[in-house]
């Protein structure tokens, strides 16, 4: 678990800013869940035969005895609270989610202990038309933020009865490889066969390659809802790669899987995941609910946007005084710019104003704001421009009345 520092918190909030943006122009709405629940939650919601919830929880008991847990991640959350609070009652909910979830695995690059993620999830949409939207949303928003390398890739997992059938064949497929199997593969056997499909193993992947495929186990009904998905995705000019391996980690997904991934993080390649989870509401105590979601993984897409997408948080004016009676006039008028929006910074340090103009160089800041005691005598203030090129008007320093302050707002928001 790291902490986010000041110098990287700024490319956080461009991002989340940029998301919440995007996320409107879509018609979607937040939702917020506690970050602490009942451990049942992800043990019925996630599948007791995942990694998520046989290794990686952080589960204790409270005070009351009772089972609970950070969440690992943020659908079974978002199911929870649509069935408690009765969402459904007004109609299908297209919702955002964005916070920290916690894994215990091993840390590496873009991936933490405490890691956050940005989700959407479709509940109670069961077209076609519902799963291109979503997936475009998510392609828009990594093109918006300038993320490059990008590629998507799809799968049908069919329904209950299309695995069913197909999880009968691998099994005997796999008992017969046994011996060739990794020890967490062998162990998944008899609890989950599929996810022995999504083993990191090397060897266990190449051994995978002659397995059956469930693409062959698909009814003509998954086959056709695939195929229209993969025509909407056409006609959206979102490229696509159709990948008969991809199950994704977690028990409740169902027809249609999908992964954005990118080129420039290694094995850790996967920054959105997602797909259809038309069973999940119900096997918390909902109704029927056709549902769909994805979320990205916020330390990866920041990792891979790089120094690219950091903007300088540096105040636009950094404000220079020197003078035993400068003291409350420069707060004053500081105070006054950020009433007006306007980013600025006091010095403090009563040192040379040389000093302070390092200073001010020093961040980044745009515009130097002067106050010393001759400029107190002739109530003014003066304001420089850092920074300037050849480029810029050749006057690059104004005088404004203290008792016209907003003249000096206009200014600067002009």
Not at 160 to 178: A, G, I, M, P, T
Request: aromatic letters at 8%.
């Amino acid at each position: 678990m790291v902490d986010l520092l000041p110098s990287e918190i700024k490319r956080w909030q461009n991002v989340e800013s940029l998301a919440r943006q995007h996320f409107d122009r879509a018609g979607l709405k937040e939702i917020r869940t506690p970050i602490l629940e009942l451990t049942e939650l992800f043990a019925r919601g996630i599948g007791e035969g995942t990694d998520v919830v046989g290794k990686e929880m952080y589960t204790f008991s409270d005070r009351g005895g009772r089972s609970c847990t950070l969440r690992p991640e943020g659908t079974a959350s978002v199911a929870r609270s649509v069935i408690e609070n009765g969402l459904l009652n007004n109609g299908p909910q297209r919702l955002w989610y964005g916070g920290p979830m916690f894994r215990y695995e091993r840390p590496q690059a873009g991936r933490q202990r405490q890691f956050h993620q940005l989700g959407v999830e479709f509940v109670g949409l069961e077209s076609v038309l519902s799963e291109a939207e979503l997936i475009s949303i998510a392609w828009d928003f990594l093109k918006l933020v300038g993320l490059k390398g990008v590629k998507l890739e799809l799968n049908s997992l069919g329904t209950n009865e299309d695995r069913s059938c197909f999880r009968k064949q691998l099994k005997v497929w796999l008992e017969k490889k046994y011996e060739l199997l990794d020890k967490d593969s062998k162990q998944r056997i008899n609890v989950n066969p599929l996810r022995i499909l999504d083993s990191k193993n090397p060897n266990t992947q190449k051994l995978l390659e002659d397995a059956p495929s469930l693409n062959e186990f698909l009814s003509d009904k998954s086959r056709e809802r695939f195929f229209y998905l993969q025509e909407l995705l056409h006609q959206l000019s979102i490229p696509f790669e159709v990948n008969h391996k991809l199950v994704r980690g977690l028990d409740y997904y169902s027809h249609t899987a999908f992964e954005i991934t990118s080129d420039q993080l290694g094995s850790q390649a996967t920054v959105c995941g997602g797909g259809r989870y038309d069973g999940l509401i119900s096997d918390l105590g909902g109704g029927n609910t056709p549902s769909i979601g994805w979320a990205i993984g916020m330390e990866r897409l920041i990792l891979l946007l790089g120094d690219s997408f950091t903007n300088k948080d540096v105040p636009c004016v950094y404000l220079i005084h020197r003078g035993s009676n400068t003291d409350g006039v420069a707060l004053d008028v500081a105070r006054k710019l950020r009433f007006a929006g306007i980013p600025i910074e006091l010095d403090y340090s009563g040192s040379t104003f040389s000093k302070q103009f390092k200073r001010a160089d020093r961040i980044g800041a745009q515009w130097a704001l002067i106050i010393g005691e001759d400029e107190l005598s002739k109530e003014i203030v003066m304001l420089k421009k850092l920074h300037s090129s050849s480029s810029d008007s050749l006057t690059t320093q104004f005088s404004f009345n203290l008792n016209e302050i907003d003249n000096l707002i206009t200014f600067l928001k002009n």
